[in-house]
């Protein structure tokens, strides 16, 4: 089992910055990759970002490329999601999540983290 825990959301005007973080505790020494998603209101959970946990290769929606940067420290089991030029249509729920490598797709998720960004 993994446990995923996000913090550092909040309100923030548009074109800040936020720095999202996500601990990692359990089994995370198999995991292969680890991800943000998020989910706004009345709409779909979305793909943000991802970082391969040993490899440390990243990837974006285009959404947020240039913008969000995702870096992982192993050996805090640290994931962290850097939010710079946030606009409006960023609000929303984000979430951690992981996965094991084992199903194909992210089987552990955070409770997620409320981030607003007012105009």
């Known amino acids: 089992q993994v446990q995923l825990v996000e913090s550092g959301g909040g309100l923030v005007q548009a074109g800040g910055s936020l720095r999202l973080s996500c601990a990692a505790s359990g089994r995370t020494s198999s995991m292969y990759r680890m991800g943000w998603f998020r989910q706004a209101p009345g709409k779909e959970r979305e793909f943000v970002a991802a970082i391969t946990w040993s490899g440390g290769y990243a990837y974006y929606a285009d959404s947020v490329k240039g913008r969000f940067t995702i870096s992982r420290d192993n050996a805090k089991k640290m994931v962290y999601l850097q939010m710079n030029s946030l606009k409006p249509e960023d609000t929303a729920v984000y979430y951690c999540?992981?996965?094991?490598?084992?199903?194909?797709?992210?089987?552990?998720w955070g409770q997620g983290t409320q981030v607003t960004v007012s105009s």
């Open positions: 999540a992981a996965d094991s490598g084992i199903l194909g797709s992210y089987d552990y």
